[in-house]
Nanobody, 123 residues
Framework: QVQLVESGGGLVQSGGSLRLSCAAS????????MGWFRQAPGKEREFVAA????????RYADSVKGRFTISRDNAKNAVYLQMNNLKPEDTAVYYC????????????????WGQGTQVTVSS
C-alpha cells in the first residue's frame, strides 16, 4: 500500500531553519506531483508548496515564498521542504501529499497523505 512518512519536524526559535523530509513507498514516485500542506490548531489545512514530476516546476503559497524551498529526489522516492527564517505563524502540523500526474495547489485533488510532522516556532 502507499505510504508517505514525514520527518524532520521539531521545535525551533523564530528565524531558525528546519528541513522536512517525506519518504514515499508503494507508488511509482516519478508519476506523482508532491505537495506540502500544513494545519494549525483550529484552522483548515492549507497549501504550502508543490513540485512537479521532474522537479522543474514549483508552486508556493504567498506566505512562504522566499523562505521555503521544495525539492524532490526521484531516485530516493523523497520530497523535501527546506524552511528558513521561520516565524511563529508557521507553527503547524506539516503534511506531505501525492497527486497523480497533475501539479495543483488544491487539497482535494491529492490522492495520498502522510500522517504529518509537528513544527513549532517559538518567538
Amino acid at each position: 500500500q502507499v505510504q508517505l512518512v514525514e520527518s524532520g519536524g521539531g521545535l525551533v526559535q523564530s528565524g531558525g531553519s528546519l528541513r522536512l523530509s517525506c519518504a514515499a513507498s508503494g507508488l511509482t514516485f516519478s508519476r506523482y506531483t508532491m505537495g506540502w500542506f500544513r494545519q494549525a490548531p483550529g484552522k483548515e489545512r492549507e497549501f504550502v508548496a508543490a513540485i512537479g514530476l521532474s522537479g522543474d516546476t514549483t508552486r508556493y503559497a504567498d506566505s512562504v515564498k522566499g523562505r521555503f524551498t521544495i525539492s524532490r529526489d526521484n531516485a530516493k522516492n523523497a520530497v523535501y521542504l527546506q524552511m528558513n527564517n521561520l516565524k511563529p505563524e508557521d507553527t503547524a502540523v506539516y503534511y506531505c501529499a501525492a497527486n497523480f500526474l497533475t501539479l495543483t495547489v488544491a487539497r482535494s485533488t491529492y490522492d495520498y497523505w502522510g500522517q504529518g510532522t509537528q513544527v513549532t516556532v517559538s518567538s
